[in-house]
């Protein structure tokens, strides 16, 4: 309608505001404040006209809540300053002051110590929409009113968790068409607290890893960011686990997304192992970790051809017996001086036999069966899948050690990091969207 306010696409500043002065069919002609645009009907959207100057408190508040809309709300907050202290929100009700999840947390604490019970609070929502960055603020705030540090040289609970947070990224976050570190599992952080409300331990479980990535990545995805790091690493290391260019393996070259514009997997590959210093993962362990990882990428490059008895299968060349050989050797974790788990003690003859055979037991005899190309390929998979999920668990165990749990602790508030959901033309339910992509 002619005198109406819209926003319209601008390549400069992003959008742009005007009144409308003509329409010609699909097209309208805008008066903005430094120049008229010509622009589509269909890519045009409504201003609010009585938009408060300072912006909303809230968004649901908005008038129109589209992109322009949110935008234009965010810089005027911005411009006036409206920051978000944790003093503020300390004892207040909820819904007194702005949204925010400082006030969540706020209200999560006093039921719990005023009630005397444990509390859980649940961060949910789309892919990159922010639920981990959220995580972190309500563990800050639940960290700032259950304060323990006696001394400066003693690090806060909260600053133990965002300190394995690398650790936890490298392994299980991965880019997707959303997010280019989207979390690949569920986080459930326990933040522990003793009979006065002050914190006494934390801990992190983690659900529901995404186990399919390890072995299957769609275009313009990415596999989770170690193996990435681990190809990029320092030249010693690349050549200990005979890596190389990524795109010559199979479990990464299946999407074009390799490199990252805004992610140097280089540097993450030193930071991840300075996390792991911070966190006690020790060389060795570290060492044993990234056998593991370089052996899961050989393992994905053995292909199998058919062999000479009916319905077998064996490597189907030089090729596939020589990553079928790596991966053999990196798997063998023959130091046994610490707790790490001895994942594999095998050899490359007993790795091809597990690949290209299936052993049933029955109460009177074992049954050896052949398996046929196709099939030895699953089970390679298989194998890749288990072993990742495996040293994620072990990992996370590691990390708990680490931040030191009250396992005889009063209370306890839960934040839920539920793993993010891609929105469908149909979303037929949650669950069936994630559960087989965990299988
Ligand atoms: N409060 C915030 N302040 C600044 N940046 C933010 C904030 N929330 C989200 N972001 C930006 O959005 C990106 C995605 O956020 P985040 O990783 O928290 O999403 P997510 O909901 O946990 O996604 P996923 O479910 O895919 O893991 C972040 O890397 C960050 O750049």
Redesign the pocket.
């Known amino acids: 309608m002619i005198g109406s306010h819209v926003w319209v696409e601008d390549p400069d500043d992003a959008w742009l505001d005007g009144e409308v002065i003509e329409i010609n069919g699909e097209e309208i002609k805008v008066k903005c404040t430094a120049k008229t645009v010509v622009a589509k009907t269909s890519s045009s959207y409504p201003k609010d006209p009585e938009f408060p100057e300072c912006g909303v408190d809230d968004m649901t508040k908005l008038a129109y809540l589209h992109e322009p809309g949110v935008l234009q709300n965010l810089k005027c907050r911005y411009d006036a300053n409206e920051i978000y202290v944790m003093q503020k929100y300390k004892g207040a009700a909820l819904g007194e002051l702005s949204p925010h999840p400082f006030a969540v947390a706020d209200s999560a604490y006093r039921q719990m110590i005023n009630e005397g019970i444990s509390q859980a609070i649940l ?1 949910s ?13 309500l563990m800050r705030y639940l960290a700032y009113m259950g304060g323990r540090v006696s001394n400066a040289e003693e690090r806060s609970v909260e600053q133990k968790v965002l300190e394995s947070n690398p650790v936890l990224e490298a392994f299980g ?1 991965a880019k ?1 068409v ?7 599992f569920g986080k459930f952080v326990e933040i522990q607290f003793d009979q006065r409300g002050r914190i006494s331990g934390a801990a992190i479980r983690t659900y529901l890893l995404e186990r399919s990535r390890v072995c299957q990545v769609s275009d313009p995805e990415r596999n989770y960011h170690c193996f990435y790091m681990l190809c990029s690493a320092r030249k010693e290391d690349v050549e200990k686990y005979k890596l190389g260019n990524p795109r010559t393996f199979h479990y990464l070259n299946q999407s074009n997304c390799i490199e990252l514009d805004a992610l140097n997997d280089s540097e993450e590959y030193i930071a991840t192992r300075r996390a792991m210093d911070v966190v006690g993962i020790s060389e060795e362990e570290q060492d044993a970790i990234f056998r593991v990882v370089a052996a899961i990428l050989h393992l994905g490059n053995v292909e199998f051809s058919k062999g000479q008895e009916t319905d077998a299968s064996e490597p189907k060349n030089d090729k596939s017996r020589f990553h079928l050989k790596t991966a053999a050797e990196l798997f063998i974790c023959e130091w046994k001086t610490s707790n790490m788990p001895l994942l594999f003690r095998c050899d490359e003859k007993s790795l091809e036999e597990s690949l290209c055979k299936r052993v049933f037991v029955t109460r009177d005899e074992t049954i050896t069966k052949a398996l046929d190309p196709n099939a030895a390929a699953l089970s390679r998979d298989a194998l890749a899948k288990i072993v990742y999920s495996k040293l994620f668990d072990w990992l996370v165990e590691k990390i708990n050690v680490a931040i030191g749990q009250d396992k005889e602790s009063k209370f306890l508030i839960g934040v839920l ?5 891609e929105s469908f033309k149909t979303n037929r339910c949650l669950t069936g969207c994630h559960l087989p992509a965990c299988l």
Do not use: P, Q
């Open positions: 961060v929502g789309e892919s990159g929409a922010g639920k981990t960055e959220s995580t972190k603020m976050n997707t959303r997010n280019n570190n989207s979390s690949r990091d539920i793993y993010g959901f």
